[in-house]
Structure formats: C-alpha cells, structure tokens
C-alpha cells in the first residue's frame, strides 16, 4: 500500500515555529516531486512548497509567495522522508497541512498534478 503519513503538527503562537514531516512507503518517492499543500478552514486546499529531482544529488525548491521566506522543505532521502519548517508563522497560516507526490515529476503546484496524498496534520497558530 503506498503511503504518506504526515506528522508534527499542534498549536503554536505567532511568531513560533514547527517542522513538519511527511514519511512514506510502499515505493520509492525518489525521483518524484514532493509538495506541501493547506488548507485553512472554510477554504480551498492551497499549494505551499515542492521540492523537484534535478539528479542523483540535486533537487530544487519553490515555495507560495505566501511562505517564501519563512518556509523551508526538504528530505531525506535514506529514510524516505519529507519535512516542512515552518518559522514566524502567523493566524493565517492555521490549516490542515497535506504532503503529496507527483509521480510525473512535473515543476507543478497544481493540486490535480499530484498523484499521491496523505491524511493531513493539523497546525493551529494562535494570536
């Protein structure tokens, strides 16, 4: 069964910080582009953050204007995880937060173009 199962989310003041991370299995994610997709309530799921497989070595990264900055994703590859840290964060970064791969290892941050999706974790942030 393949799997991503994200954890590290809770309630935090403004201005806090929490890492996010996403492991999966069932098949290798290697070569797939990984995101961080929200979504805050009463609103749409939103795209946050993506890492792409450039080669071997090499990913890039893009990241919503929204979070550029404050925001950064990354993994690891050995233990086949993905990570989201999240520094000065504000109210309106309170979403569920989903991981998600895109098998096609498109340069995407479009929802339908990820293949895979985990159940979510939940991050409150506090005023």
């Known amino acids: 069964q393949v799997q991503l199962v994200e954890s590290g989310g809770g309630l935090v003041q403004a201005g806090g910080s929490l890492r996010l991370s996403c492991a999966a299995s069932g098949r290798t994610f290697r070569r797939d582009t990984m995101g961080w997709f929200r979504q805050p309530p009463g609103k749409e799921r939103e795209f946050v953050a993506a890492i792409r497989w450039l080669s071997a070595i090499t990913y890039s990264t893009y990241y919503a204007d929204s979070v550029k900055g404050r925001f950064t994703i990354s993994r690891d590859n050995a233990e086949n995880t993905l990570h989201l840290q999240m520094n000065s964060l504000k109210p309106e970064d309170t979403a569920v937060y989903y991981c998600?791969?895109?098998?096609?290892?498109?340069?995407?941050?479009?929802?339908?173009?990820?293949?895979?999706w985990g159940q979510g974790t939940q991050v409150t942030v506090s005023s």
């Open positions: 998600a791969a895109d098998s096609s290892q498109r340069n995407s941050n479009v929802m339908d173009d990820f293949d895979y």
